[in-house]
């Protein structure tokens, strides 16, 4: 699912438009050499176009023209390009594919205050639009993580957003998005972006003091240690479900705190089910989610959503993580793999190939050749939409798109290409992080209606009624399957439970 979060355009307002122009004739936005707008204007008005509003400062006008006329205008030389004039729309609510995908929208969420999700992560940004008024409070790290309430990395706040997202006709919705669910943070993560294990069991067991029912943990490490073997197990025997992300790393190595039995592991899935490529499959994984282009927030105005045009025809792109925001038009130029300076890409925009060295080293080289933009495509199937440039900092937007856009754009590099990167305090990220919190705020979910279950009848449900995916009956890369709110809640109502753990 791609979505963007448009702003209100002045090209939307009505204007009175003189001449013939037919309910067929499409609005296009016409960009002409300086110094020209009479002669295109004129060169329009014979085809029987009309100019709608006039944009000077930019050389453009916007226009109404038939499927002749824009042919025609095409060839015109004192034309730069023609884009069509696309609506643009107040910011609205967007429902992330999760959602509805794990249930979700069946369940009500009105008695989730008898619950409390722990999450452990990098913070929470407290004055975001779609978080600020939920009931949160939260615990700083004693290893000098910071404050709770703010997010270096974004990564938190995405994962809050999931769970607990505001139904509040802004941004996204969460899983339970009444503000009814009580949220503890704990933040362990700063801007270094790791934490010690001991510092995350203390970090568990804060959250065990500030009435946790669930734990998440979308993190993970190699190596198992005992003491956190024993004190997930003192969490479970206590009646905390901790769930945990089983890893990115497209193995079958173990992650823990996930692969500890005390603990819930989950796998990511995309929109269509599929398993995603890096998740890691193992026989500890339980459970599976959305886990791919997952739209959520981060913290406001930090989060970048793409397009990418190419003589007016969108193609699908996504912004490379850490990209500053911006927006550039003009040519394409051939890069490659962009290995060293691409110096021919002087006021161009680098199409460059993935591969060899970082995207950050590319982006770089295409900057320090005089490049304005850079589009790296990929070198495998599918969109390139989880490259990013680690602590690198650029001044140009970069976008990754896909192997088969990008094999089409070598074809066309004289083309116009017009790139938007544009802030927003919303992101797709993919990820068994991105996973976890559809389980976790699923867990909570289901729990709120039953109570009075213990943990372990809550994980037993979840684990029945899971839609089986990929081999019958559990495997590891799906677990028991894609969990399911409303089928967990039919299962507890008629089986019911005894509050054993």
């Known amino acids: 699912m791609k979505k963007s979060f448009p702003l209100f355009a002045a ?12 309910a067929e004739d499409k609005r296009y936005i016409v960009t002409f050499k300086h110094g020209k707008s009479e002669s295109v204007n004129s060169f329009m008005n014979k085809r029987g176009g009309r100019r709608a509003l006039e944009i000077r400062r930019h050389n453009a006008m916007a226009a109404h023209l038939s499927a002749e ?36 929208d069946q369940l009500g969420d009105s008695q989730a205050g008898n619950r409390t999700i722990c999450i452990i992560d990098s913070g929470y940004d407290i004055v975001h639009e779609d978080l600020s008024g939920n009931a949160v409070t939260g615990s700083s790290d004693p290893d000098g993580a910071g404050n709770w309430y703010e997010d270096q990395s974004g990564h938190g706040t995405h994962v809050a957003g999931t769970i607990a997202a505001m139904n509040n006709d802004t941004g996204v919705a969460g899983i339970m998005p009444s503000s009814n669910i009580n949220l503890h943070i704990v933040k362990v993560f700063g801007g270094d972006g790791w934490a010690y294990s001991s510092s995350l069991m203390e970090a568990a067991e804060v959250c065990a ?14 190596s ?48 269509s089910k599929e398993i995603w490529s890096s998740s890691q499959q193992t026989n500890q994984v339980e459970l599976s989610a959305p886990g791919v282009q997952v739209l959520s927030s981060v913290p406001t105005n930090t989060g970048r959503i793409s397009s990418l045009t190419l003589n ?30 691409c110096i021919s890409a002087a006021g161009k925009l680098c199409l460059i190939e993935r591969g060899n060295i970082s995207f950050a080293e590319k982006v770089l080289n ?14 495998e199937d599918g969109l390139l939409s989880s490259a990013t440039l ?35 305090s919303y992101e797709y990220f993919n990820g068994t992080s991105m996973a976890t919190p559809h389980v976790a705020g ?28 990929g081999d019958a009956g559990r495997d590891n890369a799906y677990g028991y399957g894609l969990v399911q709110a409303k089928a967990a809640y039919d299962y507890l109502s008629l089986n019911g439970c005894s509050g054993l753990i």
């Open 11 to 22: 090209s939307l307002l009505t204007l009175a438009v003189a001449g013939h122009a037919t």
């Open 69 to 104: 006329a824009l042919k025609e205008m095409r060839s015109n030389p004192d034309i730069a390009f023609i884009e069509e004039d696309v609506k643009r729309y107040p910011m609205s609510q967007d429902i992330p594919y999760g959602i509805p995908m794990v249930q979700a």
């Open 209 to 222: 003091e500030n009435g946790a029912n669930v734990i998440n943990m979308s993190l993970g490490g190699e």
């Open 224 to 271: 198992p240690n005992a003491f956190e073997r024993r004190a997930f197990s003192s969490l479970n025997r206590r009646g905390i479900l901790s769930i945990a992300a089983a890893g990115n790393d497209g193995n079958t190595a173990h992650s823990y705190p996930a692969s500890y039995s005390s603990v819930l592991s989950v796998g990511a899935i995309d929109s």
């Open 312 to 341: 007016g025809t969108e193609v699908e792109a996504a912004p490379i993580s850490g990209t500053p925001a911006g927006e550039i038009t003009g040519y394409l130029e051939d890069c490659g793999t962009a290995e060293s300076a």
């Open 366 to 379: 295409c900057e320090s050749g005089g490049g304005v933009g850079a589009i790296v495509y990929n070198n």
């Open 390 to 424: 680690g602590d690198t900092a650029t001044n140009i937007p970069s976008v990754g798109i896909s192997d088969i856009d990008g094999a089409a754009l070598l074809l066309q590099l004289s083309a116009n290409v017009h790139l938007v990167n544009e802030a927003t």
């Open 442 to 469: 699923v867990t909570a979910l289901v729990w709120s209606h039953f109570p009075n279950c213990s943990n372990t009848e809550i994980r037993n449900a979840l684990t029945a009624t899971a839609e089986d995916l």
